[in-house]
């Protein structure tokens, strides 16, 4: 290996090892920053699935377009354009250094940018890796040391299998031309034969076969009016991610257990900018079936949580089987994208007794993105007729070089009513609503930042806990402020009304104003490897009628090195809120591939550890414990879920091996 080799290796690997450090930290708060108030386990190993444009989650950024940049939230409009224009012009880039041509990049930019982008040309390539199969095998269990009550009842609730949750991952990455894969997962409760399993073959050819994926996946078209599965990520503090990038079908890594699709899709290029996509398949439901007053059957709620640990749980399990057949025909050029899709949904039940026989119907749905000069137009048209059209209508602008702002309107019909979409939006569900969101993201400066938005949605019909016409508003602002890799700081402020069904047991049920308002300082800092996190957070939480309740939240976590192969993750945090509604939420590290966002409700502490392990070169090993403890109470949860303790301990642990 000759001298200049020798030092670009060396340059590339400092920088990749820097680049680590910051990629931990912005994955954290890129997931944090997206889910404002939620409280979930979030299962994001969708986002690390390879597809056309990225390899291990990364975007090929020799063919990248202006959508694809989108998903970069830290560098303005400006600078994405910028590295566009420059590849226009004099290129593909050939290394990670020739980044520090590129008008409005700094080092800074470059540190920051480094995990999210791969150089596909990159001369020290085959240097540095090998192409071989890449294996992963990944295994997890979960263990609460509190019984719950459905493991101790004795009627048809009770939980039929262990308190024992597991589960187990395998995927195969061959040459970038063939991955496979399956998953199995058991919860708390089931037992084995409730076992949920997914299974899945992906082809990526060159030339005129695209992708073929067989088994179980996502598929997104448009901006989700239509169809769209996975995450929907809606309003965050990333005011510039309103638009949705992905024009597929992507095989499905998640262990949720609804939403996916199980059959065959395949992406044919007909042109050079023409890619269409046929897709077919099952989608199932997990719905609750009632007797009317002739001792007819019907359904009633729907289910996505995938339990089914009881009886009543096991029989409504696949009760609706959604046949799905569609095409997407993509059109792509530098400016421009087009998207004509087609889906028809039939739906069936596997009770004899219920006919849904007439449920069958076509959709169809057009989509567009548009960049011209400092403009970026995107927008999605659907519905059931062309009299009551659903649509989205939005725009990213490049106001300067530090400023850029956001704005979609949307309108979606009360007779949409489609469950497979996912569009963005103020409710669960893309109908009966009318919005306009617009959002500001200005760099003042290198180290101080400010984001805002505005979103004002009305409601023309009734909706759920809403017996009448009504409207809802939210307002956000960021300020922070920060020094790479040293510290950084923001204080946050977001304001929420909505109109909910009063409580008063009334024969007409009025409307009371529910206004929320959570105030947030956050402090880090860095010492070398070590990262300090401290938080206060207030919510004041007022209902029209029953004046205003508080909580509060504190935290202060820790992360650091042990040794060269074993990290260390602490936290403690103290909650107090007066009730429900103004309990807080906090982002929490857990085992990789998922993410803790609990609610804190009440009066009480929390604590955790994390603890990550690198075994041998292929080996790794993640443990975490945590424990929450109440003051206020004697028993935690509800229904079967009930702990008759005030306090709560569980325990991860997570084994992978790659090679």
């Not at 590290?589 to 955790?608: L, M």
Request: charged share 20%; proline share 1%; hydrophobic share 35%.
């Amino acid at each position: 290996m000759n001298l200049k080799i020798k030092l670009s290796v060396v340059f590339i690997v400092s920088l990749q090892l820097n680049a680590q450090i910051i990629e931990d930290t912005q994955v954290e708060n890129r997931i944090e920053s997206l889910l404002l108030n939620s409280e979930s386990e979030l299962d994001y190993s969708e986002w690390d699935e390879s597809d056309s444009r990225t390899e291990k989650g990364k975007i090929k950024i020799n063919k990248a377009k202006l959508s694809d940049l989108n998903a970069i939230e830290f560098l303005s409009l400006a600078q994405k354009q910028s590295i566009l224009k420059h590849i226009q012009i004099y290129g593909e880039l050939q290394s990670i250094y020739e980044l520090q041509t590129i008008e409005l990049l700094d080092s800074i930019n470059i540190q920051e940018l480094l995990p999210y982008i791969l150089i596909t040309q990159n001369e020290f390539k085959h240097i540095l890796s090998q192409d071989k199969p890449k294996h992963e095998f990944r295994v997890l269990s979960y263990w609460k040391r509190q019984t719950p009550e459905g493991f101790l009842r004795k009627d048809s609730l009770k939980y039929l299998g262990s308190k024992l949750k597991w589960a187990m991952r395998y995927n195969v990455k061959n040459n970038g031309k063939l991955s496979y894969g399956f998953h199995l997962e058991k919860d708390a409760g089931e037992m084995a034969k409730q076992l949920f399993s997914s299974a899945y073959i992906k082809y990526t050819g060159s030339n005129w076969i695209r992708t073929c994926i067989f088994g179980d996946q996502q598929i997104n078209f448009g901006q989700g009016l239509l169809i769209g599965s996975g995450l929907s990520l809606g309003k965050s503090a990333q005011v510039m991610q309103i638009v949705k990038t992905r024009h597929e079908a992507r095989p499905y890594l998640s262990f949720n257990e609804n939403g996916f699709l199980r059959g065959l899709s395949i992406s044919v290029n007909l042109h050079k900018k023409i890619v269409t996509t046929h897709f077919s398949g099952i989608i199932n439901d997990d719905a609750s079936i009632y007797l009317d007053s002739n001792q007819g059957q019907y359904f009633g709620s729907i289910y996505s949580n995938g339990y089914y640990r009881n009886a009543k749980e096991i029989n409504r399990r696949n009760t609706i089987q959604n046949k799905l057949f569609g095409n997407h025909i993509h059109y792509q050029s530098s400016q421009l994208e087009l998207g004509f899709t087609h889906v028809y949904n039939k739906s069936s039940s596997r009770m004899s007794s219920i006919d849904m026989n007439n449920l069958g119907h076509h959709k169809f749905a057009f989509d567009w993105k548009w960049q011209s000069k400092n403009l970026f137009y995107f927008g999605e048209l659907t519905g059931q007729n062309l009299k009551t059209p659903s649509f989205l209508f939005g725009v990213l602008i490049a106001l300067s070089k530090q400023t850029d702002v956001s704005i979609l309107f949307r309108n979606y019909d009360l007779n949409l009513n489609n469950r497979l979409g996912n569009g963005f939006g103020e409710g669960s569900k893309n109908t009966n609503e009318k919005g306009l969101y617009s959002g500001l993201n200005m760099h003042m400066s290198k180290r101080i930042q400010v984001k805002l938005y505005n979103d004002i949605a009305i409601f023309p019909w009734l909706k759920y806990r809403v017996n009448a016409q009504s409207m809802a508003s939210e307002q956000f602002v960021q300020i922070q402020y920060s020094k790479r890799n040293l510290y950084s700081l923001y204080i946050r402020y977001r304001n929420s009304k909505k109109s909910i069904n009063t409580t008063e047991n009334l024969h007409l049920k009025s409307l009371d104003l529910h206004i929320k308002q959570v105030y947030r300082l956050h402090f880090e800092y860095f010492i070398g490897e070590i990262r300090l996190r401290s938080r206060y957070q207030h919510t004041r939480y007022s209902i029209q009628t029953q004046g205003i309740k508080m909580g509060n939240l504190i935290y202060q976590d820790i992360s650091f090195p042990v040794f060269k192969k074993l990290k260390c993750s602490i936290r403690w945090t103290v909650f107090d809120s007066e009730d429900y509604n103004s309990r807080g939420f906090a982002f929490e590290n857990n085992v990789p591939g998922t993410y803790s966002i609990p609610s804190y409700s009440g009066n009480g502490e929390r604590i955790y550890l994390l603890i990550q392990a690198q075994l041998n070169k292929h080996l790794k090993f993640w443990i975490r414990f945590a424990k929450s403890s109440y003051s206020d109470v004697e028993s935690l949860g509800s229904g079967t879920d009930t702990i008759n303790s005030n306090k709560l301990e569980d325990i991860n642990i997570l084994i992978q091996w790659k090679i």
